[in-house]
Structure formats: structure tokens, C-alpha cells
């Protein structure tokens, strides 16, 4: 994807979501996401000249993706292409038309984007690739995001990428239309990568929801959801996003200042996403299997509610914690679960929980733990509640140095003052 110094233009072009729209639809014809890159980084550089001369089209997304489809048209019938694709004339005259195959296949998914998940998810395709090809094709983001997100060298993700992308094109034209079995059959890979673009996005996110990959990651959840309503683990992931979006608007106050869950005024919580989140909770019991992310959402949704009525389940939410180390152990679990600990047996049983995961303030044992932002702001908390002010201080410290939000590193440093 282009980059431009100035934000405002590149926003002008494009918004992140319109980017795996796009992609999606042109890669779905002949599996080549690289063309199509390619096709809509020609149609941004055209709209660059163009929009700066005669103002932006009514339809933005839709000059571009005429555009970018008609550089990729002209690669297809290029002589070379001729030689090296599977695209014949129909098919080409077919996408020219603008007809979409999904409106007479009962069985294809509604959204382009939504196939192209589900075959970034191809048994073929190595599986740590797969979700990292899911997000930057899909969901519209850099290798650089990608790998600071998930702590990988940028080189590394460059090229598992190049490598997936060279593996999606030679599997063919049909890799672009799985049906719903086909979902279904992939779904793990797909909740991670939307649950994935999601927590990528939550630091950054402006407070309205609806706006950028929260959106999308919104609408995406509750198409999969309504696409597998047996699943229900489907419902947990629309549950969790929901519930963690509609807290967007209380996350800061009206002058920009950090606000934490537990200080949030549940009034600033967007209603109708709370609600939506609620019903796909209800959902997911429905279905009689809660996973990681049903389980989850429980968590959340009892955070929420001890918030509402000034008195938390500590007890219940241990037990959530307990099952969720069961189904899906993680460092993010664990350190949440030292917190709940806390409020359950008191600070000290909360810090020697966290120092169990391997936890070094000196950073000597395991790295991962001690890089680890939320583990050093626990600790921080927990040692000020025990009154050892001096090491609460270095760790509210070493929280800092690893923490970017300039909102939060303002709230942290609030209490070393």
C-alpha cells in the first residue's frame, strides 16, 4: 500500500476498510492478491493527480475500484497474461459487467471480503501465514503494523507474506469462491484474523466505532455470525467485539485524558452495541459450546455490569478466568487472572500469581513476560496496595517506557507525581 506524508490525503483516497474491499473483489476473480495490490496502488496514484485537479468523485471507492479493475483487466488480456492465467474471455467479459457471482450462487458468501478470509484460511497455505496474509489483504494492513502487533521481525512478515501471496495465485481461479462449508471448516483462522485487526486497532481507534477497522471488524463479526448461527463460537467473537466497542466512547474524557474500565461512566457505553453483544451472548449458550471467545465476552460482560452496579462478581469472574486457562491459555489471560486473583484472595495472592507466569523485574527470565506493558502496570497497582511505594514507582516506570498510547502514558505518569 502507498504511503503519503499527508494524512488528511491519504484519507482523502482511501480509508483503510475500502482498501480489503476492493482488493477482495479484484482478487476473488483469479486468486492473485498481488495483482491486485498492484492494480489498486496504480488506481491511488492516478487519483492523486487526478482528485487534486477535479476534486474527489461522488464515489470515491467506486472510481478507484473501476480503475484499479480496469488496470488489472488490461493485465489479463495482456499477451503474457494469455500464457499464464486460467482467465478466459467469458470470465473476464463477466467481471467487466460488474456481475457478481455471489447473487446467483445460494451457497457463496454475501461478501467479498468474507471469501477472501475464508481463503487466506486454505488448508494449502502454511498456517502461521495465514493470518498474517488475512490482515494485509484483507483487513488493509501494513507488514510493519502486522509485525509489531504480533511481535515478529518486519523481514519475517514481508516474507511469509510474499510466500503466501505466491501460494494463493498458483491454487487457481476457485480459490477466490468458498462456500459456507468451506467457512465453517475454516473458522478458527478467520476469528483470529478479525479479532486480531480488531485489538491492532483498539490503541489507536477514535471513539466512534463505526469508523475504520473497528467497523469492519463489527460488521465482519456479525456476518459470520448470521452465516453460522449454530456456531457458537461465531456469536462469542460478535459478542466480545461488540462489548469491547461499545465502551469506545467512555475510553476518554472530553478533554482526550485516559479513562480505565474502572472509572469509565457506563452512560458513555454505546447502547446498541451493548445490546447486540448481550443478545450474541445469549447466543452462544444457545449454541451450548462456549469457547475462548464466548468465554471472553462473559468476562467483559460481568466487567461491565459490576461497573453498572458498583458491585463486582470477583468470585464468578476467577471461575471465567480458571475455564478461559483451560480453553485458551494466553500471558494476556494469565496477567488478567492475577487481577482478578487480587480482588478475590487480596494483592499478595495477585503478585505471586503474576511472578508465577515467570515474571522478573529485572528483566533476567522470561522476556516475553517481562516486555509484557499490562503485567507492569498490574504490578505497579498491586505493590501500591501493599505499600512498597518504592518498587510500585520503578514499575509504574518500566510500564511507561513500554507503553505508546500518549493517553495512557499520561494517566501513568500521573502516578509517579
Not at 106 to 124: F, I, K, Q, S
Not at 287 to 294: A, I, L
Not at 344 to 349: H, I, K, N, S, T
Not at 383 to 412: C, H, K, S, V
Request: some cysteine.
Amino acid at each position: 500500500m502507498i504511503e503519503y506524508a499527508d494524512p488528511a490525503e491519504r484519507a482523502m483516497i482511501l480509508s483503510e476498510d475500502g482498501w480489503g474491499r476492493i482488493i477482495a473483489l479484484i482478487a476473488a476473480a483469479d486468486g492473485d492478491i498481488s495483482g491486485a495490490e498492484d492494480a489498486l496502488s496504480a488506481a491511488l496514484e492516478r487519483a492523486v493527480t487526478a482528485w487534486r485537479a477535479h476534486g474527489p468523485p461522488a464515489n470515491p471507492e467506486g472510481w478507484l475500484y473501476r480503475v484499479a479493475l480496469n488496470a488489472r483487466r488490461d493485465v489479463w488480456r495482456s499477451a503474457a497474461a494469455r500464457t499464464s492465467t486460467a482467465l478466459d474471455e467469458e470470465t473476464i467479459d463477466r467481471i467487466d459487467a460488474g456481475t457478481d457471482p455471489a447473487h446467483h450462487d445460494p451457497d457463496a458468501l454475501p461478501d467479498r471480503r468474507l471469501e477472501l478470509l475464508a481463503a487466506c484460511a486454505h488448508p494449502d497455505i502454511d498456517p502461521p501465514a495465514r493470518p498474517l496474509l488475512m490482515l494485509s489483504a484483507v483487513m488493509g494492513m501494513t507488514a510493519k503494523q502486522i509485525a509489531a502487533a504480533m511481535a515478529l521481525p518486519a523481514a519475517t512478515v514481508s516474507a511469509r507474506l510474499t510466500r503466501a501471496k505466491k501460494r494463493v495465485a498458483g491454487l487457481g481461479v476457485a480459490f477466490g469462491s468458498p462456500d459456507r462449508l468451506d467457512l465453517e471448516s475454516r473458522l478458527p483462522d478467520v476469528f483470529e484474523a478479525i479479532y486480531g485487526a480488531f485489538a491492532i486497532e483498539w490503541a489507536q481507534a477514535a471513539a466512534q466505532p463505526r469508523e475504520g477497522m473497528i467497523g469492519e471488524a463489527l460488521y465482519l463479526s456479525r456476518l459470520v455470525a448470521e452465516l453460522c448461527p449454530g456456531d457458537g463460537e461465531s456469536h462469542g467473537l460478535a459478542a466480545l467485539i461488540h462489548l469491547s466497542a461499545a465502551r469506545f466512547p467512555a475510553r476518554r474524557s472530553d478533554d482526550g485524558r485516559f479513562v480505565p474500565l474502572s472509572d469509565q461512566n457506563p452512560d458513555r457505553w454505546d447502547g446498541t452495541l451493548t445490546e447486540a453483544g448481550e443478545r450474541h451472548l445469549v447466543e452462544v449458550h444457545r449454541c451450548g459450546h462456549v469457547g475462548r471467545f464466548g468465554l471472553e465476552a462473559a468476562i467483559q460482560l460481568l466487567h461491565m455490569a459490576g461497573i453498572r452496579t458498583g458491585s463486582t462478581d470477583w468470585p464468578m469472574l476467577l471461575r471465567l478466568h480458571d475455564d478461559l486457562a483451560q480453553v485458551a491459555p494466553s500471558l494476556g489471560g494469565s496477567v488478567s487472572r492475577a487481577a482478578v486473583l487480587a480482588e478475590v484472595d487480596g494483592p499478595e495472592a495477585g503478585l505471586a500469581a503474576l511472578d508465577a507466569l515467570g515474571f522478573d523485574p529485572d528483566g533476567q527470565d522470561d522476556k516475553r513476560v517481562s516486555a509484557f506493558q499490562p503485567a507492569w502496570v498490574l504490578r505497579a497497582h498491586l505493590l501500591t496496595r501493599l505499600g512498597r511505594t518504592d518498587e510500585a514507582a520503578t514499575a509504574r516506570r518500566r510500564a511507561l517506557d513500554l507503553t505508546t498510547d500518549p493517553a495512557e502514558r499520561e494517566y501513568l505518569s500521573a502516578g509517579l507525581t
